[in-house]
């Protein structure tokens, strides 16, 4: 098939790189304008435009496609097939969607129509819950609402991290959109519309929401430093310090009466920390301008016996 493909971060990166594999023609790329990174503040293509400029498929990237009608002109006349979006971060308008033959396609990382919006990946596993997967969704004006091609879930492994889970389902959406292609081509692959009843919304993370609260159960706050692994890392007040939590566990130890946030023991095992519910183990830290330490190197350097953290 014609294909328009529309993506910007790492996450976007494995699905084009499968539509390339299998010869589709890439009638071209749409991708976000560069933008400044790094410490020089620079102009950085996104990874989905390095991608296809080593491949040599036309890059588009205008500022929005809401309020650009020859942007829209320009898409409707590339005369495709199909559009597939991963991740692109601009909203599509009606014109858009209705601009390729078989409308829009867009590979989301939840199993929808739960978690619907910005952050699934991170909401599912602040939320405890057991299953992820991607699904392959027809797009249309309301967000994340349209019917489903196909689905693939997978088992969340207890100590999976949003890092983690972002690797997997960006390998897996990549593989369902390949699987859900032929069918959708030539008519034989219907979508189930989704159950608005059972939606659930993944809001945008936030650096607010990385701030730990010890009065939470331990078993919430380990989920948090997993959720927020790697941005925007969970992270507590040490002193006047900001400190960093890479990793942590629910302590296998009985609660103390301690306030939340008290250090209640800490050794190469983890620092004990004392929550709403249960003690928390904190094995992986950081502090301002250090890099990350497990916690037996950690306290080489310093005792946090009866800290508050927080």
């Not at 890059?59 to 020859?70: F, G, W």
């Not at 057991?130 to 699904?135: A, K």
């Not at 103390?256 to 249960?278: F, L, M, Q, Y």
Request: hydrophobic letters at 45%; one cysteine or more; charged letters at 20%.
């Amino acid at each position: 098939m014609r294909i328009i493909f529309a993506g910007t971060p790492e996450f976007a990166v494995p699905g084009l790189a499968a539509l390339i594999g299998a010869g589709h023609d890439l009638a071209a790329v749409y991708t976000q304008p560069d933008r400044p990174a790094g410490r020089g503040r620079l102009l950085q293509a996104s990874p989905v435009k390095q991608l296809a400029m080593a491949h040599g498929i036309a890059v588009r990237q205008p500022e929005s496609l809401k309020r650009d009608r020859a942007a829209v002109a320009a898409l409707r006349d590339l005369g495709a097939d199909l559009m597939v979006v991963i991740a692109y971060g601009l909203l599509l308008p009606t014109a858009v969607l209705r601009a390729p033959r078989l409308g829009c396609l867009n590979v989301h990382a939840s199993l929808l129509p739960r978690w619907r919006g910005a952050a699934p990946i991170q909401r599912a596993l602040l939320a405890g819950d057991t299953h992820s997967g991607v699904c392959i969704m027809g797009m249309e004006a309301g967000l994340d609402t349209g019917p489903v091609y196909h689905r693939i879930s997978i088992p969340l492994a207890p100590r999976e991290t949003g890092g983690g889970l972002h690797d997997k389902l960006a390998a897996l959406g990549a593989r369902a959109l390949l699987e859900a292609l032929p069918g959708i081509g030539d008519g034989a692959l219907a979508a189930a519309p989704q159950d608005p009843a059972l939606a659930t919304y993944a809001h945008k993370l936030s650096k607010e929401e990385s701030t730990i609260d010890w009065t939470q159960a331990a078993a919430a706050i380990e989920r948090q430093v997993r959720a927020f692994d790697p941005w925007p890392v969970a992270q507590t007040r040490l002193h006047d310090q900001t400190l960093r939590i890479w990793s942590a566990q629910v302590a296998a130890a009985p609660t103390t009466g301690s306030a939340p946030g008290t250090v209640v023991g800490a050794d190469r095992t983890g620092i004990r920390v004392a929550t709403g519910a249960g003690l928390l183990a904190i094995t992986r830290l950081q502090l301002p301008g250090k890099r990350p330490l497990d916690a037996a190197d950690f306290l080489n350097a310093r005792a946090l016996q009866d800290v508050c953290l927080g």
